[in-house]
């Protein structure tokens, strides 16, 4: 079946440092969704890419769709404290489908 | 504009025992699905409601039933509780035309002792 794959499963970074999770797939990805789910919270949706090569960008976060569809990566600059939480990307083929998550990169920043 | 509302927020049950979950869409929203998150672990597809019935499933067993009502709220119920089925419960609702990210609700934990 259809699996969404994310590395580092953990990230701790010092505040103010940069962080990078990746999203892989071995099968092409058809619309791609980052959530962020703060401890204790639930997800919360982010973005959504659909094009090939597509970046986007909210504030300090910068999203990527690879040429090929079948990666994604979040990178954040500058990390906050605000940032803590863990990073869920997804894949959803049709709007008819259901949401795949993947595992999640879980990122701790040290003040 | 509510978001998702679900209830309870927490819940303690028995080994055996029948749980019921509860959950409101978003307002606009038609379809309702529902997930299981362990621990550490992502979102777990269990199924999707539009229009009172059950459109997708996952891999759950039968142990997990669900409806939709007419306003498009939703239910779960998961009968003969394992300790296993710890875990939060998230409902999330969309549009079923478009694709634009879910809305989650704040889940329901669930403690199967």
């Known amino acids: 079946g259809q699996q969404v794959m994310q590395i580092p499963q953990y990230q701790h970074v010092q505040e103010g440092e940069d962080f990078t999770t990746y999203c892989n797939s071995s099968?092409?990805?058809?619309?791609i969704q980052w959530y962020k789910q703060r401890p204790g919270g639930h997800p919360v949706f982010l973005i959504q890419l659909v094009k090939s090569g597509e970046v986007k960008k909210q504030k300090r976060l910068t999203f990527q769709f690879g040429e090929a569809k079948k990666n994604s990566s979040l990178h954040i600059t500058a990390t906050q404290t605000t940032d803590v939480g863990t990073y869920f990307c997804?894949?959803?083929?049709?709007?008819?489908?259901?949401?795949?998550f993947g595992p999640g990169t879980s990122l701790s920043v040290i003040p | 504009d509510a978001g998702v509302t679900q209830s309870p927020t927490h819940l303690i049950k028995t080994r055996g025992q029948q749980v019921t979950l509860r959950c409101s869409p978003k307002?606009?929203?038609?379809?309702v699905s529902w997930y299981q998150q362990a621990l550490g672990q992502g979102p777990q597809f269990i199924f999707q409601?539009?229009?009172?019935?059950?459109?997708q499933r996952g891999n759950f067993p039968d142990r997990f039933s669900g409806h939709q009502f007419p306003n498009y709220s939703s239910e779960l119920n998961v009968n003969a509780l394992l300790l296993g089925d710890s875990a939060l419960y998230l409902c999330a609702s969309s549009l079923l035309v478009a694709i634009r990210g879910y809305t989650f609700g704040s889940g329901t934990r669930l403690t199967v002792v």
């Open positions: 997804a894949d959803q083929k049709t709007s008819y489908d259901k949401v795949i």
């Open positions: 307002s606009g929203h038609d379809t």
């Open positions: 099968t092409t990805l058809s619309n």
């Open positions: 409601y539009y229009e009172e019935e059950e459109r």
